[in-house]
C-alpha cells in the first residue's frame, strides 16, 4: 500500500485509514484481531479510535477500542510502525463534553495508558466546544505537543468557520494548527435540513476551507454503512433526495459496468479526489475490508469521475 501526505503534518500515512470503533466489542475480538491483522498485513499503517468508543454499546460502558488496540500492538510489537490517532471532546461515563485543557490533559494521559504507548501521533478534538475559549483550547494542545504526549493534531465536527477561527488563533500566537479534519462525508450527501446532533457533516465552506489549505480531509462514516452495494441497506433516512437517488443510480451503473461493488466505487472517488481524502472505513467482517482494501485497485477513468461529479459535489467554490 502506497503512503500519501496527511494535510500539514509533513507526515505520509496509508491512503486508507482503519476505523476502529467497534473493535472488542460490538465486532468480536477474534474478528477485530483478524481485520486488524489483515490490514496491517496488507500494509495499512493508520487506524482510528477513540476515548469514547464504544461506550454506548450495551454492555460496554467502559472505552474497550483504544485498550483492544493497545493489547494487539503490543502483542504484535508494531506500535511504532504505526500512525496512532484518537480523540478528546465528548462525554462518557462522568468525562464531560469539553475541550477545557483538565480535560483535554486528563483524557490525554488515559489514551496514553489505555493505548499503552508513549505518544499519539495524531489527536482530534472530537466535537467543537463553544464553552471553552478556543485560545485555550488549542494552547492545551500545543502544550501536549511540547511534551511529546502528542505529535499532530486535527479536528472533527467543527463549523468551517470555526475551523478557521481555530487554526487563526493558533498562527496569531505560534501555536500549532490543526493539520487534518475529520467530517461526516461521502459521496451521497445529507439533506440540507437534517439534523446530526452533534456531528457535523463537511459542507461547500469547509470543503473548501480543507483544500485551499491543504488540510487534508478524512470522511468518517464513508459507506453510510454499505449501502452503495447492500440490498439489504436502503439510502438513509437523511439522505432521501433526489440527486441523491440519481447518485445511486450512477454508482450501481459504474459499479455493473466495472463488476465490482458500489461501495468500491465510492471508495475509489474519495481516495481519487483532488486533493485525495482518506477515508476512516468501519468493517465488521474481513471480507469487507478486502473488498474496500481492493477499492485502491479500482481506478477510476475521467469519464467515469466526471458522471460521478457531474450531479451535486461539495466544494470548489474558489
Ligand atoms: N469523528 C467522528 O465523529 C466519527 C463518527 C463515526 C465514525 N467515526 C470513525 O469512522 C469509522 C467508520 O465509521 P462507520 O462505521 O460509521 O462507517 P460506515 O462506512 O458508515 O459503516 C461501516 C459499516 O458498513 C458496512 N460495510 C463496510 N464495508 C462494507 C463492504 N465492503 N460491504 C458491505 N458492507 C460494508 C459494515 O456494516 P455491518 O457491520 O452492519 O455489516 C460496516 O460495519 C469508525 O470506525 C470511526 O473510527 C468517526
Redesign the pocket.
Known amino acids: 500500500m502506497d503512503s500519501i501526505p496527511l494535510g500539514t503534518t509533513g507526515e505520509t500515512v496509508s491512503p486508507i485509514c482503519l476505523?476502529?470503533?467497534?473493535f472488542g466489542s460490538k465486532t468480536d475480538p477474534e474478528t477485530s484481531r483478524e481485520i486488524l491483522d489483515r490490514y496491517y498485513d496488507a500494509g495499512g499503517r493508520f487506524i482510528?479510535?477513540a476515548n469514547i468508543y464504544a461506550t454506548w454499546v450495551d454492555g460496554f460502558a467502559e472505552p474497550k477500542s483504544e485498550p483492544f488496540l493497545g493489547e494487539w500492538m503490543a502483542d504484535r510489537g508494531n506500535r511504532d510502525d504505526l500512525f496512532v490517532a484518537t480523540?478528546v471532546g465528548f462525554e462518557y461515563g462522568d468525562v464531560p463534553k469539553s475541550l477545557d485543557p483538565d480535560v483535554i490533559e486528563q483524557e490525554v494521559d488515559k489514551s496514553l495508558d489505555r493505548l499503552d504507548t508513549d505518544y499519539i501521533d495524531l489527536l482530534?478534538a472530537?466535537v467543537d466546544d463553544r464553552d471553552t475559549a478556543l485560545e485555550e483550547t488549542m494552547e492545551t494542545f500545543d502544550r501536549l505537543i511540547e511534551s511529546g504526549k502528542v505529535r499532530h493534531i486535527g479536528a472533527?465536527?467543527y463549523y468551517g468557520w470555526r475551523l478557521a477561527q481555530a487554526n487563526t488563533i493558533a498562527e496569531e500566537r505560534g501555536l500549532t494548527q490543526f493539520s487534518c479534519v475529520?467530517p461526516?462525508f461521502s459521496y451521497l450527501i445529507p439533506h440540507r435540513n437534517s439534523d446530526f446532533v452533534r456531528?457535523r457533516p463537511a459542507t461547500d465552506e469547509s470543503v473548501t476551507y480543507c483544500d485551499d489549505h491543504d488540510l487534508t480531509m478524512l470522511p468518517?462514516?464513508?459507506?453510510?454503512?454499505?449501502c452503495y452495494?447492500?440490498e439489504d441497506r436502503p439510502i438513509p433516512d437523511r439522505y432521501v433526495t433526489t440527486e441523491n437517488r440519481l447518485k445511486m443510480e450512477t454508482v450501481r451503473d459504474i459499479a455493473e459496468r466495472r463488476d465490482v461493488?458500489g461501495?468500491q466505487v465510492v471508495l475509489a472517488w474519495l481516495t481519487q479526489r483532488d486533493p485525495p481524502t482518506i477515508p476512516?472505513?468501519?468493517?465488521?467482517?474481513v471480507d469487507?475490508l478486502e473488498?474496500?482494501l481492493a477499492s485502491l485497485d479500482l481506478s477510476l477513468s475521467e469519464h467515469e469521475r466526471e458522471r460521478l461529479d457531474s450531479i451535486e459535489t461539495l466544494g470548489g467554490l474558489h
Open positions: 476505523g476502529a470503533m467497534y482510528d479510535t480523540k482530534y472530537h472533527s465536527n475529520q461526516r456531528q468518517y462514516s464513508p459507506l453510510l454503512r454499505g452495494g447492500r461493488s461501495n476512516v472505513i468501519g468493517c465488521s467482517t469487507q473488498q474496500n
